[in-house]
């Protein structure tokens, strides 16, 4: 599948990805010490709702759309706060006219001893994203391969982060590409936490990914799985889900307040549905 964002910035997979990684750097903060956030397919940063890319597939509204406008239960409403803060952030005058990717939501979160690395491999978009942080001494950007990142960037010298990895899926491989990505950066850095977007569309490779990771000889992993409707007939983008190599301890808990609401908002049939799977198994009490 090709999953260029301008497309579909704002649809119920960039709600469940980005309400996680709020969570994952909003634990982070519990400690004084800096940290740092790598996002390896960065792209540019902000997205426009009325764009024509946006508008041609209208995603936003069946994902950030109902959420803004749904009333959230007592117990999610505190965890999805930040996350929420950070769309209303691009969006000073009210309303719904832009979305914020990954590299400005964790931007947003930062304290003024956190850095960003920003990481966009197409030039076009990788300019844009520097124009977005032009200026700004705590994020920086670079034009490569997020690949080749997962090897050169960790560790990070604050020794405490979290390493995002949101392929375009433009190009076969991708799921292989995020295997063997994630043992080469672990083994470089095993103390990291390290958040894996993936497509839920060919459950076959699906399947095989995730038998992958749990071969893979690393441990804590958390798989998040969100569906929005049963499985398809034709291909079609029915679920994504991230995994989540050291999850904080209090992870698992909070997702499992936040995705039952979040089924109840963005289900598009009766066949939606979440799971919090532990890849490996002996890694759940770690």
Do not use: C
């Amino acid at each position: 599948m090709n999953y260029r964002h301008a497309y579909h910035a704002g649809n119920f997979a960039d709600v469940v990805k980005h309400i996680a990684l709020a969570r994952l750097v909003e634990y982070l903060k519990r400690k004084d010490k800096a940290f740092r956030v790598i996002d390896t397919h960065a792209g540019i940063g902000l997205y426009d709702l009325s764009s024509t890319e946006a508008q041609k597939t209208g995603e936003w509204r069946d994902g950030i759309g109902r959420l803004l406008e749904a009333t959230l239960s007592p117990a999610a409403a505190p965890l999805l706060a930040p996350y929420i803060d950070a769309v209303k952030s691009v969006n000073p005058d009210g309303g719904l006219v832009r979305y914020p990717g990954s590299p400005k939501i964790a931007r947003h979160l930062l304290r003024k001893q956190d850095r960003l690395l920003a990481i966009e491999l197409h030039p076009r978009d990788a300019a844009r994203l520097k124009e977005r942080f032009a200026g700004d001494v705590q994020a920086r950007v670079l034009e490569l391969d997020g690949w080749l990142a997962l090897g050169a960037h960790v560790p990070p010298k604050e020794k405490r982060g979290l390493v995002l990895v949101d392929p375009p899926f433009e190009e076969g491989g991708e799921f292989t590409r995020l295997v063997e990505g994630l043992v080469k950066s672990h083994r470089r850095w095993p103390g990291g936490i390290y958040a894996l977007w993936y497509p839920i569309k060919d459950r076959a490779a699906v399947n095989r990914f995730r038998r992958s990771l749990a071969e893979s000889g690393v441990p804590a992993i958390l798989d998040v799985a969100f569906n929005v409707r049963a499985p398809s007939h034709e291909p079609r983008l029915d679920g994504a889900g991230l995994v989540v190599v050291n999850p904080p301890y209090i992870f698992e808990q909070e997702m499992r307040l936040v995705l039952p609401m979040l089924k109840s908002v963005l289900a598009d049939d009766p066949g939606a549905g979440w799971t919090l799977d532990w890849l490996s198994p002996e890694a759940a009490t770690a």
